[in-house]
């Protein structure tokens, strides 16, 4: 039973940092850590989840839309199955439940899993 698990999320002022990780276990059928390109969602109360950060499965691509651009930076340790996310420059609408999210395609198959989440919360 594959598991994410997410820590890291908190209470921070605005303007201040968060470092959240994501660690995976669990995987079978030729699914592992280092096959999956792994992503950071986030849902805020009342709004849709939506993408804030992915990286590649080997690390060597990254994107991020236009609202934490500069600020948020994803990275991964496939030797610890670790994904990161460093958030810089916190703001208010930061605020969010905090999701991790693995997927892969081992033909024909598409795998997804979703971690159960860390609440960010940014307030003065």
């Known amino acids: 039973q594959v598991q994410l698990v997410e820590s890291g999320g908190g209470l921070v002022q605005p303007g201040g940092s968060l470092r959240l990780s994501c660690t995976a276990s669990?995987?079978?059928?030729?699914?592992?850590?280092?096959?999956?390109?792994m992503s950071w969602y986030r849902q805020a109360p009342g709004k849709k989840r939506e993408l804030v950060a992915s990286i590649t499965s080997t690390g060597s691509s990254a994107h991020y839309p236009d609202s934490v651009k500069g600020r948020f930076t994803i990275s991964r340790d496939n030797a610890k199955d670790t994904v990161y996310l460093q958030m810089n420059s916190l703001k208010p609408e930061d605020t969010a439940v905090y999701y991790c999210?693995?997927?892969?395609?081992?033909?024909?198959?598409?795998?997804?899993?979703w971690g159960q989440g860390t609440q960010v919360t940014v307030s003065s």
């Open positions: 669990g995987f079978t059928s030729g699914v592992t850590f280092r096959t999956c390109n």
């Open positions: 999210n693995a997927y892969t395609v081992q033909a024909p198959h598409e795998y997804e899993y």
